[in-house]
């Protein structure tokens, strides 16, 4: 269930460092933002979400950041575990919307 | 942990022939989604259901589609006369709410259309 195209974008990063992935989004009508995580055979999984009228949020391990100006968003993962090995997905929703659209993906491969 | 289940987990028909994607989403959550993945590209939203109705639909989600929920738990995509192009991974996805609410996302059903 993963997106394993050959265009996909790959970080690697040594066990314990940090990772930052980081999104370009389209429409800067959309007023919430997701990021995904989808392991190999599954279906995304919700990782943190931030509103338009937000520009960082932390949750455990994780943090986004919303670069309205630009239109960038990024997922900052502290002290990457194996386990954090994934595509990572950011995903947008238009305001008055129920539609998100959602980024190319970024594959994390973590180091031992 | 409730979760969202989706069945086949893999189904392969011929094309021209109809087929039917079940999901059951979590018991309390009002919407509903089916997106789609093909190989190597990125996931795309098909549509949105909410209180019986469609709420939503991409440019994808033409006349060969239609959604249903037949009974109080099930959600079905239906796709009629499948074309080779159909061939993606199929994901279902609910939430409690709308706005700023976590979709949870089946772990798909896999169609081959061959």
């Known amino acids: 269930g993963e997106s394993v195209g050959l265009h996909l974008p790959t970080l690697s990063v040594q066990e314990g460092d940090n990772s930052i992935i980081n999104c370009a989004y389209s429409?800067?009508?959309?007023?919430?933002f997701i990021w995904y995580k989808q392991e190999s055979g599954k279906g995304p999984q919700f990782i943190i979400d931030i509103r338009s009228n937000m520009d960082k949020r932390q949750g455990q391990r994780v943090t986004v950041l919303l670069n309205k100006t630009v239109k960038h968003l990024s997922l900052q993962i502290a002290a990457t575990q194996p386990g954090d090995s994934a595509v990572y997905f950011c995903?947008?929703?238009?305001?008055?919307?129920?539609?998100?659209?959602f980024g190319t993906g970024t594959r994390l491969k973590v180091l031992a | 942990e409730p979760e969202v289940t989706q069945t086949p987990s893999h189904q392969v028909t011929q094309m021209g022939q109809e087929v039917i994607l079940r999901c059951v989403p979590i018991?309390?959550?009002?919407?509903f989604y089916w997106y789609r993945q093909i190989l190597g590209q990125k996931v795309e939203f098909l549509v949105s259901f909410y209180n019986n109705e469609i709420s939503e639909k991409s440019e994808i989600f033409d006349d060969q589609f239609s959604v249903e929920r037949p009974d109080g738990s099930n959600f079905t995509l239906k796709i009629r006369s499948t074309k080779l192009e159909d061939s993606a991974m199929y994901f279902c996805?609910?939430?409690?709410?709308?706005?700023?609410?976590?979709?949870?996302f089946g772990p798909g059903t896999r169609l081959t259309v061959t």
């Open positions: 429409n800067s009508a959309s007023d919430y």
């Open positions: 995903a947008e929703r238009t305001s008055g919307t129920y539609k998100y659209i």
């Open positions: 018991s309390n959550h009002l919407y």
């Open positions: 996805a609910s939430s409690e709410g709308l706005a700023g609410i976590e979709q949870y």
